[in-house]
Nanobody, 126 residues
Framework: VQLQASGGGLVQAGGSLRLSCLVS????????MGWFRQAPGKEREFVAA????????AYANSVKGRFAVSRDNAKNTVYLQMNSLKPEDTAVYYC????????????????????WGQGTLVTVSS
């Protein structure tokens, strides 16, 4: 299973970006998906997740109301729409996949994910 994240870039504070993560898996619909981020000198932290059945979602408090995670099973892709971006959102963003995790509860912990993408850099200028 391979994950390819894209869509990062440089944006001004208050702007928007949409990240995409293409997953090469025959059974993408059976994978819970998540987004994490890592800023320089900091630990990798949870951002958002979506379950593999029912499309339940979960968000870190720091992004709730600004970010939205979604998935398109026909395209093997998960998205992270990021609005009202702040300088503190600057980080490398990683997508991750967990095969047949709890079907309706989003996975929010790093250790439960089996596969990771290479990361895409998001830089928010003030």
């Amino acid at each position: 299973v391979q994950l390819q994240a894209s869509g990062g870039g440089l944006v001004q504070a208050g702007g928007s970006l949409r990240l995409s993560c293409l997953v090469s898996a025959r059974t993408f619909s059976s994978y819970a998906m998540g987004w994490f981020r890592q800023a320089p000198g900091k630990e990798r932290e949870f951002v958002a997740a979506i379950s593999w059945r029912g499309a339940s979602t979960a968000y870190a408090n720091s992004v709730k109301g600004r970010f939205a995670v979604s998935r398109d099973n026909a395209k093997n892709t998960v998205y992270l729409q990021m609005n009202s971006l702040k300088p503190e959102d600057t980080a490398v963003y990683y997508c991750a996949a967990a095969f047949r995790a709890n079907p309706v509860v989003p996975v929010t912990t790093k250790d439960e994910y089996n596969y990771w993408g290479q990361g895409t850099l998001v830089t928010v200028s003030s």
